[in-house]
């Protein structure tokens, strides 16, 4: 009794709605509307999400060989060291971009936009020679690198 004074109707999914029935045509469009639009949004994030993706370059920085003189062959004495606590400056064609700082492993992460980038050492690190090192950032990607530095140790 209650729901006819409140024009209340059936409507096609079992639900109560209230006021005048809906045309059976204007529910089909409605939802072919609102589908459309979800799939607009999962296409919309999924491009936002793609050109956010971390670029930029990841690696390790070594440096050989950490002990004088010659090392008896199969002797169980690394060679090679992390390049620990160094600090690089990364430029472009243009100009110093950002410089980052080795870990005590000789690891490190940065984030770079897309573009040809050179990597040199912030001082000069005595005798020995390392770096310049040369990398390509690609999109969507980071850049995993491994390079080796001289000590001058003879």
């Known amino acids: 009794m209650r729901c006819r004074k409140l024009r209340c109707h059936?409507?096609?999914g079992g639900g109560v709605t209230f006021g005048k029935p809906?045309?059976?045509?204007?529910?089909s469009f409605a939802r072919w509307i609102i589908l459309a639009l979800l799939v607009m949004t999962a296409l919309f994030s999924s491009a936002e999400a793609e050109s956010q993706s971390p670029t930029g370059i990841e690696g390790m920085i070594t440096v050989s060989p950490i002990r004088p003189g010659p090392i008896r062959a199969g002797a169980d004495v690394p060679n090679r060291g992390p390049f620990a606590n160094s600090t690089f400056v990364v430029q472009s064609e243009k100009a110093t971009i950002t410089s980052f700082t080795t870990d005590d492993q000789g690891r490190f992460r940065v984030s770079l936009s897309p573009?040809?980038?050179t990597i040199s050492p912030k001082q000069d690190t005595g005798p020995g020679?390392?770096?310049p090192f040369d990398v390509d950032v690609v999109?969507?990607?980071v850049t995993s690198v491994e390079w080796r530095c001289d000590s001058g140790m003879r």
Not at 22 to 27: D, K, N, R, V
């Open 10 to 12: 059936l409507g096609a």
């Open 22 to 27: 809906a045309h059976q045509a204007s529910l």
């Open 115 to 117: 573009g040809h980038y």
């Open 129 to 131: 020679h390392c770096g």
């Open 139 to 141: 999109p969507g990607k």
